[in-house]
């Protein structure tokens, strides 16, 4: 590794526990709703590994956990996101498939520090991993995440909650 990139990603250039609960996630709510062998859901969990690895790999900043967060987020409404497609596909999976056994309303944010996801456009925000974050990385980083405008900008407090999920 050269000294500039060391320099540049910091200590916490991995972004291997994020993905793996994002991966993890998305796996197991394909598994929860069935019709999916354990051999396509393994395939399908490498391939997802493999191509959000290869997505963030330029837009994975762990000082600014914020920036890139609108790129990195994943996202399952009328359209099928282009990163499960492609794992899908390789698992043997086909898009109907898909959007027969995720949610109609899905969407999954990875981020340094903290991997979220809301079900329905009014539902809850969920953490599903969540790291210390260091004293000199900002959980902003002088903006807000697409998350965090749509919690700003709710138009229902009831629902401005955040609950922690675990396994």
Known sequence: MSQRHSQRRGPRADMVPEIAAAVGFVSGLLRTRGC???QQLQVFSGALREALTE???HHWFPEKPSKGSG???????QRMDPLLSRAAGQGGLGVPQLFQLLPRELTLWVDPYEVSYRIGEDGSICVLYQAARPHHASPYGGMLTCKNQMMLGRSSPSKNYIMTVSS
Do not use: A, F, L, Q
Request: with cysteine; hydrophobic share 25%; aromatic share 16%.
């Open 36 to 38: 999916v062998s354990e």
């Open 55 to 57: 997505h963030y790999r």
């Open 71 to 77: 790129y990195r987020c994943i996202r399952v409404n």
